[in-house]
């Protein structure tokens, strides 16, 4: 008789292990449109980070469907967005992707307005801050140089975490400027056929850096920035004959610059001047025989004191998991 109250204790035991558990989770204080989005876009991002639970939106109230122990995270998770929606009146994808990257007792043992680690505080809540260990080497190297080389692929943050440094030094009245430029290589720094005027001419190439700075600083203080000179952004060959003193100064996509140019980049350093050299060495856009004046410098001066070199990998990569992939695939070609 034990034996039999044994096996059946066995049994229902391996039942209840294959039961799934539910839940519904009540969105209340939100507007169930900006919760989920447009066609649920950003429900389907949601369900992305469960792709084990069946979620089911209805009205108010998220229904879950799976094991217990992923729908308690998955509970936590919307708690965390509730909050956000409820305190800054948005939900962007970004924020959701960030928020769910996360560690939740992380997030419980501090507050936006004090995170130790954080660059800068951005629009809508955004706490931006080194993700990757060379995203973390180059704060720390920048903070004991005064000029700093990020070399590496696309897509792992080099000049994002690079203009957050130069925001939070602007912030901190460390610098009274910030100087963003990059050589406009696809029209050789002839801009004079494309129509529109100087600035319309520049932004194409410029448009990587204002999305850096549109998601640190508020719009229309932006705008009272650019227009005033305090954060300038311009093509590389619009620094010739300037001395850049109490600047926070990037040259990004370096790689296009020619070793004349990287040269007269290198000399334009004032004093009280902090400057990061950005680029990757694997996708120069020069023409052929023109020598990238960023594969010359950073070899030259990689020894020298106050100058520090840091190389990105395919294990910074903070884009789509794709890219990834796509980089390491590139590289194994090329060894």
């Known amino acids: 008789m034990k034996f039999n ?7 229902s035991y391996k039942l209840k292990t294959n039961y799934l558990s539910e839940k519904n989770i009540e969105i209340s204080g939100v507007n169930p449109v900006e919760f989920y989005g447009v066609n649920e876009s950003k429900l389907g991002v949601i369900r992305s980070y469960f792709p084990k639970l069946k979620i089911i939106a209805r009205g108010d109230v998220i229904k879950a469907i799976g094991d217990g122990n992923e729908i308690s995270v998955f509970e936590q998770k919307i708690g965390l967005l509730i909050r956000h929606l409820t305190k800054y009146k948005q939900l962007t994808e970004n924020n959701i992707e960030r928020l769910m990257d996360e560690d939740e007792s992380e997030e419980k043992s ?15 809540g955004l706490v931006i801050k080194a993700r990757t260990a060379n995203q973390r080497k180059l704060v720390s190297e920048s903070e004991n140089n005064d000029m700093v080389f990020a070399i590496g692929p696309a897509g792992t943050g080099k000049t994002y975490t690079a203009v957050a440094l130069a925001v939070r030094a602007l912030k901190n009245k460390e610098v009274k400027r910030i100087i963003l430029t990059r050589p406009a290589v696809e029209s050789g720094e002839n801009l004079g056929f494309l129509p529109g005027d100087l600035k319309e001419k520049l932004d194409p190439y410029m448009q990587p850096l204002y ?13 009272e920035m650019l227009e005033s000179g305090i954060i300038q952004i311009a093509p590389l060959a619009f620094m010739r004959g300037r001395t850049l003193d109490k600047s926070f100064v990037i040259l990004d996509e370096a790689q296009n610059a020619t070793e004349s140019q990287f040269k007269m980049f290198l000399t334009r350093m004032g004093k009280s001047a902090k400057f990061i050299i950005t680029g990757d060495p694997t996708q ?31 294990n910074d990569v903070v884009r789509h998991k794709l890219v990834k992939a796509i980089i390491g695939a590139y590289k194994k070609l090329e060894e």
Request: glycine share 10%; net charge positive; no cysteine.
């Open 110 to 124: 501090k507050t936006l307005k004090h995170d130790a680690d954080a660059l800068v505080f951005g629009n809508g």
């Open 211 to 223: 999305d850096g700075l549109r998601d640190m600083i508020p719009a229309e203080k932006l705008a």
């Open 5 to 11: 109250v044994q096996i059946k204790k066995i049994q």
């Open 284 to 314: 120069v856009d020069l023409p052929k025989r023109q020598p990238s004046g960023l594969s010359q410098g950073w070899t030259v001066l990689k020894d020298v004191k106050g100058i520090a070199v840091i190389t990105f990998d395919e």
